[in-house]
């Protein structure tokens, strides 16, 4: 939403590394317009005259009125509360509005029900009296979908105010075409008197709406630099090279290939380039040798479409030639325009002389195409490792890419990388041999992140394992025995695979028979045990029946029931190494159990949870455990024992409520909702509110306990309780009601809320995934960013729900979503999915900023093509937002990351 109506900014440079679109001003104008008479901004003449500022504010940005945000401005005494009171204000034109008073009266509406809230947006949408309220209702209505708000933006057109024109616009361009076609008219009229604030978005609905009429407009506003300052609603820019081509056939456009507009150039090849075909070969060519850089790495991208020699030879050519800062911008070029597939062909232009230039050019590309994740880029990245014969760190690297984007096609090739000694792959006076972790002849990573891969793709492929086995099962148990102890993605592969030449192995490993350590007994910690903890979550993942009471038997190995094993308790007692110990192979059972998932362990599991002699880390693991090995009925009674611990006032009977309740998280019942509502109290412990309040969110709730939850917010002590429930279980209509009401709180209280929110996403699970609680949670998220509280748009939700995205890297525990495997379940969802799957896996994708898997989708036919168009475009031109130092709340990591183990 924009923070002031018709008032907005956006980021300059637009995505990082490149070039603003045809026609934006680069960054070096921003503090002065109109330009110098000495500096060379092509095609653009200064700025139409005008008062107020004119057209540029001071960071470069094309301001659309001419206008100074309003302190005070002329309007009508809103009565708040009822919908009478509201219309009854809106009436009245005789007296001031102040902006508090506007400030409240959207939040008025805001906390309102959707149903409630557009019959209000109407009425403020047909009035001018209140200049910033009839565009913020224009905004809400276009939002809603409301088919009313297409007349009544059109009819806003009429008005003499040109910021409310520019919204309207904006609006109308939001509905697009055909739902607001007949509205052609009137912006055609509207155009005729418009001035410099408002004629490039009117110009941009026409284009929008594929009005023919509009194109001499539209170029004259594109060569000036003002179409592409037309934000879309909501913020991040609007211009899209091939809506505005589309106004006329590519022959006429392709005749402006020699206009002596640089920007008009790079129009001509971004939209050659995206419809590339034989016939617009020679016109590339002389584009892509165009004096201005960025026409001609728009141009490359059309040449490595085409593909043919006589295309490919100059576009290699020009990657070859260049040097290492505009090889770079043509490396982007490629990435944006093409995606993986133009990056794979870039490796082409590499050279081979000297060797460091080779290795620095040839990991430059692979590090983008992992950025990227593109599934196109998988075969022509076959084609080549097969066709080039690369060295094998390179065949490594090249199948880890694969396997990044789910291809098993990868684990071959990362299978014969495990042989690889690293001492004898790499030599250390080659300086340029090295990666995060330093030389790679004194690290391991890439085996370790080899092994990852491998995992994560049998975990999406459950159906290859025979495939996988024979690509990688060898090589991956002579790495591990290779290894003082056993790396745990190693582990996770050969269970996911069902490895039966492991499994004498891994019962060993987890089973250790080692004695524990005795009381008092020093550091170091025992390996065994550290090793049994991963070995033992495994060992259930292969649910090998002869281990099974065996793993049971871990839960009861501390024999002395009045043995004090807590966090507390291991504190000078002399048992922290025989506390850890138990702690560990009661951790690694009750992961084991998880993996497992068989209802036989309900009762041991619940019996070491409700020990209060036992680690408190062990016990949560049998609490999630519990999660994935009880049927309905069983975890109905794990709500009632939530209940009655969370009921208690001890604080040891409190935590036991809240581990019960972080099992409900895990595996909700929905029915259990209206049972754990009332223990949101203020006589419980904070902590195991806000695992109750998670737990009835993510397990969702009726209209009943939906009022309940409200009310509470009423109560100072358990509101951020109740809100962080609503926001997660609730629809988009009551996330963004609950949020609306921190207007009438303190800050603070708001402040809280958002650290808890953030908090509530620590794990992502498959059913997570499978019950559609991430398709939930982004459009959630999003409609949180259009409310105002204090007319702030409130983009902490959006912030905060990506930063937990960008926490997927690493599997966190059983039935955990790695991002490979959530990337690619998203990507095959999308494509074969019904339409509400097909929409909330293209939002996610969008959310989680995955470029490659959106451009792939954009090529789809129908539907899927559509959305995935509309979320890349904003995916790469998003609204310009001031982020959020989470740093605070970031789990604290091993140094290297969990691939360090």
């Known amino acids: 939403m924009l923070d002031r109506p018709n008032l907005s900014r956006e980021n300059p440079t637009g995505p990082r590394g490149r070039r603003p679109p045809p026609g934006l001003l680069p960054v070096k104008w921003a503090a002065k317009w109109p330009p110098d008479d000495s500096d060379d901004l092509p095609g653009a003449p200064p700025a139409p005259g005008g008062g107020g500022g004119g057209g540029f504010a001071d960071d470069g940005n094309f301001k659309r009125g001419r206008f100074s945000p309003v302190s005070i401005v002329v309007g009508l005494l809103v009565a708040l509360g009822a919908a009478g009171a509201i219309w009854f204000g809106v009436k009245q034109d005789s007296q001031k509005m102040t902006v508090d008073a506007v400030s409240k009266e959207k939040k008025n509406i805001f906390v309102l029900p959707k149903k409630d809230q557009l019959p209000l947006w109407r009425t403020w949408a047909a009035s001018s009296a209140e200049l910033s309220l009839q565009q913020e209702a224009l905004m809400q209505l276009a939002w809603a979908g409301d088919p009313e708000g297409v007349a009544l933006a059109t009819k806003a057109l009429s008005l003499p105010d040109h910021r409310v024109k520019g919204v309207a616009a904006q609006v109308l361009a939001y509905y697009g075409s055909p739902k607001a076609d007949s509205a052609k008219p009137a912006l055609l009229e509207a155009l005729k008197v418009a001035d410099e604030s408002d004629r490039p978005q009117i110009v941009w609905s026409l284009v929008e709406l594929k009005e023919p009429a509009a194109f001499k407009d539209a170029m004259d506003q594109y060569r000036k630099g003002f179409l592409s300052k037309v934000e879309r609603l909501g913020g991040g820019m609007a211009f899209e090279p091939e809506k505005l081509a589309g106004l006329v056939s590519l022959e006429e456009l392709a005749k402006l290939a020699t206009d002596e507009s640089p920007s008009v150039r790079q ?43 006589t295309a490919r030879a100059p576009l290699l050519e020009a990657l070859s030639n260049a040097d290492k800062d505009s090889r770079q911008r043509f490396l982007e070029a490629l990435r944006d325009g093409i995606g993986g597939e133009g990056l794979v062909l870039a490796l082409d232009s590499v050279k081979q002389d000297p060797e460091e230039t080779t290795w620095f050019q040839t990991k430059q590309i692979m590090e983008m195409l992992r950025e990227l994740a593109d599934p196109r880029s998988a075969d022509p990245l076959v084609k080549w490792i097969e066709a080039k014969k690369p060295p094998l760190h390179w065949q490594g690297e090249a199948g880890t890419r694969l396997a990044e984007v789910g291809d098993i096609r ?10 690889a000694d690293p001492l004898k792959l790499y030599k250390l006076e080659k300086f340029w041999e090295a990666d995060e972790g330093g030389h790679l002849s004194r690290t391991d990573l890439p085996r370790v992140v080899g092994a990852r891969m491998l995992a994560d793709l049998a975990t999406v492929h459950e159906d290859k394992s025979a495939e996988l086995k024979a690509s990688a099962e060898a090589s991956i148990i002579l790495w591990l025995k290779d290894r003082p102890q056993p790396h745990a993605n190693g582990l996770r592969f050969l269970a996911t695979i069902r490895s039966e030449k492991i499994l004498k192995d891994m019962r060993d490993w987890a089973f250790p028979t080692d004695p524990l350590p005795k009381e008092g007994q020093q550091p170091p910690f025992p390996a065994a045990f550290e090793t049994a903890q991963s070995a033992l979550r495994y060992v259930g993942r292969m649910k090998d029946e002869p281990s099974y009471p065996r793993l049971l038997d871990q839960l009861n190995r501390k024999k002395d029931p009045k043995m004090d094993i807590t966090q507390d308790g291991l504190q000078g007692a002399g048992l922290a190494m025989m506390g850890m110990a138990l702690r560990a192979v009661a951790y690694g059972a009750s992961q084991g159990l998880a993996e497992w998932g068989d209802p036989r362990a309900v009762e041991p599991l619940t019996k070491l949870i409700e020990d209060e002699m036992w680690h408190e880390e062990a016990r949560q693991a049998a609490c999630e455990a519990l999660a994935w090995c009880a049927d309905d009925k069983a975890m109905v009674e794990v709500a009632k024992k939530a209940k009655e ?14 581990c019960y309740a972080s099992a409900l998280a895990l595996r909700p019942v929905p029915s259990a909702a209206g049972e754990l509502v009332p223990l949101l109290v203020a006589d419980i412990d904070p902590g195991v509110r806000m695992a109750i309040a998670r737990a009835i969110g993510i397990g969702g709730f009726d209209e009943g306990v939906q009022g309940q939850l409200f009310e509470k917010l009423k109560d100072v002590e358990v509101r951020n309780a109740a809100a962080l429930a609503l926001i997660l279980g609730g629809t988009s209509d009551t996330a963004a009601r609950t949020v609306a009401m921190y207007a009438d709180f303190d800050k603070g209280a708001l402040d809280d809320l958002k650290d808890h929110y953030y908090r509530a996403f620590g794990y992502w699970s498959d059913e997570d995934f499978k019950r559609g609680n991430l398709y939930r949670y982004v459009a959630n998220a999003e409609a949180i960013t259009r409310v105002k509280v204090a007319d702030a748009p409130q983009e902490w939700a959006r912030q905060r729900l990506q930063a937990q995205f960008d926490n997927l890297k690493y599997d966190n525990g059983p039935h955990s979503e790695t991002r490979v495997v959530l990337r690619y379940r998203l990507y ?44 890349f475009h904003e995916l790469m031109n998003p609204k310009a937002t001031v982020a959020e130092d989470l740093s605070a709340l970031a789990p604290a990591t091993k140094a290297g990351g969990a691939d360090v183990q």
């Open 267 to 309: 129009l001509v090849a971004t939209v050659l380039s995206r419809n590339a075909e034989a016939k617009w070969t020679s016109a590339l060519i002389s584009l892509v040798k165009d004096k201005d850089v960025e026409v001609a790495r728009e141009a490359a991208n059309g040449l490595g479409r085409i593909g043919d020699e």
């Open 410 to 419: 990868g684990a071959k090739y990362i299978g014969e990388r495990m042989l």
């Open 645 to 658: 611990f969370a009921s208690k006032t001890e604080p040891r009977k409190q935590l036991i409520g809240a």
């Open 828 to 871: 095959q969802a999308a494509k074969g999915g019904d339409g509400g799957q097909k929409k909330g896996a293209i939002e996610t994708l969008k959310f989680m900023k995955e470029k490659g898997v959106l451009m792939a989708l954009r090529h789809e036919q129908g539907e899927t093509g559509a959305l995935a168009k509309r979320a």
